[in-house]
């Protein structure tokens, strides 16, 4: 179109220079009245027309041109963008036919553009979508002029990918019609890794992979909807480790690690597939059980996992014994909700421990009733010392040698205002698990400096008392600096204490209890052993532990003039206590004949019914006083 104007200006110059030519020589009147125009005026008014003329046209050839050089730069520009684009372009005409694609779009489907000009992009389709994804696509690109989502496509060589895809709708400017369909998308595989990586941290133990208890109780909560919806049932099991706290403080965590990672294998071999295995934390696991035809099924199963667990397991040079207690609740019987259910799971799973561990346990409603009435007296108990509910009486230890009282244990007791009498056998556990028995003890203490005071101002000067220390306690940190300050505070010296602790609470952490218990033999305290041979009896401890006495548990003295094993044991203690320098104390003396096999063998004190129940503190020196009026005893026979 150019070069037709310029012949049509170059047409008008002609015209424009003859008619000046053909005019030239004569005047042109400009108006009948007026004057003619010389001719010499004329020719210059034409020469000067036919210059702009002339340079008009140049200047249009000129903006052609640079229009022509503009157009192929932004033509240049756009293949380049296109090649060198990260993401891949694929444009197509109104009718969905692949026009152009670029660089990109090969290297991530593996077509060539020779492979796919001319044909629908369909070709690219996985197969995961259904039609009404593509409805929806097509309906929001043509109502919005684009459309931009996660969309799953095949490659050249069959496999699928994730991908971001981009469309827009290119409508002609003068008829708004569309001409054109352009797409851009990137490969997202790498970040669906990621992604996927993340969510199976977020849902997963890192230590055995299980499901976790976020992903443990969305399976629940959709298990439970199942079950409403078809009428069906599904079992939770509740699995807790039996003493795995002791394998994991004695051994180190990584054993109890690898431990923890075995014991996940062994439940996920023991599942079905259908069954969800998760760890919630520490050494508590839960399997969740759907598609069961009877209850049988489930105490099958249950029993399945207790004998599974119940067998040794080598972690490098050690061979460990754990075993399990299993909590079993039925859905919708037992619960129909996640919290419930776990709840009662729990329940049922203490209840095991309590029948003695390595065993499952259906839940029962009366659980429910007990472990109601069990949170209710904890409540309670954290008050009865503000409420001075609970009192300290004292058992008097009696002197073989002497016979008179040695020393006394203190002993809790506690009169509810409405159950009145509530035994230690109760109470005790509460506040050793809720984390009361701590400031109580503190208490404790503070009311035997009170008494022992009381006691010294009226001539029981030689007055010893034996606290005794629960496993709590004796991990509290803090336990050294709060006796040390109730005894700076009372103006008394340790000498006048004993405090005795458990073998269990010595096995946990041998290392630190030698380190505690050498600290308490610094300020002056005496250590006794509560319940010896009762626990995890070792030679090894009495030789580490610096121990002053061992108190020989009531089972053993019991039947102890009918039972020859319950002799030998007790002789057998005594004299291993004495080649130890240590005294010994006989616990739940009842009876003359057992005093009698006691004072034989060497025993150095007794307490128990026979001389005294647990006294009132005013009761006290009334009783020591008639002990040291008692004629002293006679030596006993050597055996």
Partial sequence: MGWRRGIGFLAVTAVMLGMVFAAYGQDWPLETDAAPVPSGVLLAVGLLAALLTLLLIGFMFLRQRASHVDVRRELHLTRVVMEKSPNAILITDADNRILAVNHAFTRITGYTPEDVRGKNPALLSSG?????????????LLQNGAWSGEIWDKRKDGSHYPKWLIIHAIRNPESGRIDNFLAIFSDISERKQTEDRIHHMAHHDPLTDLPNRLLLNDRLENALARTRREETCLALMF??????????????????????????????????????????????????????????????????????????VDVDEHSLHVTASVGVVVAPADGEDVETLMRHADMAMYF????????????????????????????ALRMAVRRQELTVQ?????????????AVEALLRWQHPEQGHISPDRFIPLAEANGSIVPIGAWVLEECCRMLKVWHGIGLEDMRICINLSPRQFRHPGLIDDFSAILAAAGLDACHFELEVTEGAL????????????RFKAQGFSIAVDDFGTGYSSLAYLKIFPIDRLKIDRSFVRDIVTDSSDREITSAVIAL???????????????????????????????????????????????????????????????
């Fill in 128 to 140: 995961r979508h259904d039609q009404a994804f593509y409805r929806e696509m097509w309906r929001s």
């Fill in 577 to 639: 206590a004495h080649n130890l320098n240590m005294s010994v104390v006989a616990e739940g003396v009842e009876n003359q004949e057992q005093l009698g096999f006691l004072r034989q063998r060497g025993c150095d004190c007794v307490q128990g019914f026979y001389f005294s129940r647990p006294l009132a503190a005013e009761y006290l020196p009334d009783f020591v006083n008639a002990m040291a009026r008692r004629p002293k005893p006679p030596r006993p026979a050597t055996v």
């Fill in 394 to 406: 004292f058992q008097p230890m009696i002197d073989l040698a002497s016979g008179r009282v040695g």
């Fill in 507 to 518: 096995a946990e952490k041998p290392e630190q209890a030698t380190e505690l218990l050498n």
């Fill in 352 to 379: 095991a421990k309590e029948q003695g561990k390595n065993n499952a346990q259906f839940y029962e409603l009366e659980m429910n009733r007990e472990a109601a009435e069990r949170l209710g007296l904890g409540s």
């Fill in 239 to 312: 699995i807790d480790l039996d003493d795995f706290k002791q394998i994991n403080d004695s051994l180190g965590h990584a054993v109890g690690d690898r431990l923890l990672i075995e014991v996940a294998g062994r439940l996920r071999d023991v599942a079905r597939d259908s069954d969800t295995v998760s760890r919630l934390g520490g050494d508590e696991f839960v399997m969740v059980m759907e598609g069961f035809r009877n209850t049988r099924d489930v105490e099958c199963m249950a029993r399945k996992i207790v004998d599974t667990l119940d067998s040794p």
